[in-house]
């Protein structure tokens, strides 16, 4: 069985809008740049090409079918996973592990700034027996729901959640690809009227349109394209249950991240406490309290300790374990279906010192996870690692 | 039989939604979808009665319509192209009926034609085209010389086009 490599990275947007393109030529332009990155030629070189998408976002039905030809795919082994990007990484990471594919693109992109009614998108996610007709206001009310059974089990105050929105949004303005970044201080925050209670507008994150492809192979065709190697050690995925079923969640946690972390640790052979093997993580953070759920849930934090380590530092830019030093979803937006694929991107920058005014010194390893948001309950981690830093 | 024989209670859609069973929802799926640079400027040529497509540099291939990228190639591509406003019908379909079965009013001819567009092999399977309706009487369409019979567009008075695939208002036999 083979290693599993990524050896190319290519992105468009991470814009608040993109009307100058079309969303296949968006995708076009993702894949081009990471095929370049890659150093490979597409229509030769690349086995599987694996397109996450969601119709409902697309506005197309059967918008698989869109998938294959902006990102070399045409006649070529080709299919879609309507879910996160980085569950189509989990794909590629299969198709090369058994040997099927030497060399497999995965391309994930949302466009949200076209979609005229992404509110009631979001409700034909939602039962529509017992769920869709009662006055919830928003569609995420979930999170606010999840928000306050964390706080209460663990004692997490109000603060904190505010702490990671201007952490992040801060932390942001050194990233070329986030837009929502903005220097905004605790007080800021805490200051601003409640969005969906117990969180402001600043600790809810915004959308922006991206396309995002990655490019991974096995380690010995790896070698040949290039030598800025970075390793996919370990990936895991899980789904806790159907969003119809809102009173079987377990709230306050967020378990498919859980068990998906053990997946990929499993895999990863990472023993003994995860935070002191990672030089840096990005993981969810679509909603402030979320960046220190996800914390606890990747066992990086002791139960109910995030906010902590938050408050002593630890997670700022040049402390032990940098947190989303990308800014986060909170500052470089919301990108559907490309929101996990995005901060896999950036945690790649940084394991090949790429990352630029953001870049972690020495970054070693990375973790990163994604959850696929409101109304979902399914999440995706992965373990990354590389010696160029060294 | 007439329906109106059938035993039973007829009920209003009020009191058929009234009943446990059975629940409404309509939540409402609107885009708006940016036609991006390639087809923005196919649909300005529209506009002022041309057909425009754009050649791949590396295989030669004239995409009408248009795209940003050459999908056997996977380059951007480049030059664009005035093409001929005729060709043949490739295939052709009448259609009688809508999706729920129900008899259409006027039956329409729709068909796909193969524009008079160099560089691509007669018999070939590829080539520069566009779908669109056919201006001709349904019954003479389901003959067999409906296939491969030259046409040219119709297009609406200039006055009257406004940048979309419309400004065509249908291919018609021509000669
Ligand atoms: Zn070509």
């Not at chain 1, 976002?57 to 080709?78: K, Q």
């Not at chain 2, 923005?40 to 940003?68: A, H, M, N, Q, T």
Request: aromatic share 10%.
């Amino acid at each position: 069985m083979s290693r599993v490599a990524i050896i190319g990275v290519g992105w468009y947007g991470f814009k608040p809008s993109t009307p100058e393109v079309h969303f296949q030529g968006m995708m076009f332009e993702s894949s081009s740049r990471a095929y370049a990155d890659a150093n490979v030629d597409p229509r030769k070189d690349v086995d599987v090409f694996v397109d996450c998408q969601e119709d409902m976002w697309e506005g197309i039905a059967i918008a698989d079918e869109f998938a294959p030809e902006p990102i070399g795919g045409a006649l070529r082994p080709t299919f879609t996973v309507a879910g996160d990007g980085l569950l189509g990484v989990a794909h590629a990471y299969m198709l090369i592990n058994s040997g099927l594919a030497n060399v497999v693109a995965v391309e994930a992109h949302g466009k949200p700034s076209e979609i005229k009614t992404l509110n009631d998108i979001y409700y034909f996610a939602f039962d529509p027996l017992h769920l869709r007709p009662l006055p919830t206001g928003n569609p995420f009310f979930l999170a606010g729901l999840d928000a306050q059974a964390y706080m209460a089990r663990t004692g997490t105050p109000r603060e904190s959640l505010a702490l990671v929105a201007s952490k992040n949004r801060s932390q942001g303005l050194l990233n070329e690809r986030a837009p929502y970044a903005a220097r905004i201080t605790l007080d800021d925050v805490l200051r601003a009227p409640y969005a969906i209670y117990p969180m402001s507008e600043y600790e809810i994150s915004r959308f922006s349109d991206a396309s995002v492809t990655v490019v991974l192979a096995s380690e010995e065709v790896a070698r040949k394209f290039t030598d800025r190697i970075v390793w996919l050690d370990g990936i895991g995925f899980n789904t806790e249950v159907g969003t119809g079923a809102v009173e079987l969640h377990q709230w306050g946690r967020m378990p498919s991240m859980r068990q998906a972390a053990l997946m990929a640790y499993k895999m990863a052979r990472i023993e003994g406490s995860p935070s002191r093997y990672f030089s840096l993580a990005e993981v969810e953070d679509r909603f402030s309290f979320m960046e220190l759920l996800a914390l606890e849930e990747t066992m990086i934090a002791p139960e109910g300790q995030a906010h902590v380590s938050l408050e002593a530092g630890d997670y700022d830019f040049n402390g032990p374990l940098p947190v989303n030093p990308s800014g986060g979803s909170l500052a470089m937006g919301i990108q559907l279906e490309a929101t996990g694929l995005g901060r896999l991107v950036e945690a790649v920058l940084q394991l090949r010192g790429e990352a630029g005014q953001h870049q972690v010194k020495g970054a070693r390893r990375a973790l990163v996870a994604s959850w696929r948001g409101v109304p979902s309950y399914t999440s995706a981690v992965a373990v990354l690692s590389s010696e160029v830093n060294s | 039989m007439s329906v109106q024989k059938f035993p039973g209670t007829k009920l209003s859609a009020k009191e058929m939604y009234s009943l446990p069973g059975l629940v409404e929802s309509s939540p409402q799926a609107k885009y708006e979808f940016s036609a991006g640079p390639t087809i923005s400027r196919f649909l300005k040529g529209l506009k002022e009665g041309k057909i425009l497509g754009r050649r791949c540099p590396r295989c030669g291939r004239i995409y009408v319509p248009p795209r940003d990228y050459c999908e056997f190639c996977h380059v951007p591509l480049a030059d664009w192209v005035e093409v001929p406003d005729t060709g043949r019908v490739e295939t052709a379909v009448v259609s009688y009926i809508s999706v729920k079965r129900e008899r259409l009013e006027k039956p329409e001819v729709v068909g796909v034609i193969r524009l008079d567009v160099p560089g691509y092999p007669e018999d070939g399977y590829e080539f520069a085209g566009l779908f669109h309706r056919i201006c001709m009487d349904p019954e003479e369409a389901k003959k067999d010389k409906t296939i491969g019979m030259k046409v040219k567009a119709r297009w609406r008075p200039p006055e009257q086009r406004t940048g979309s695939i419309l400004d065509i208002e249908c291919f018609e036999p021509v000669g």
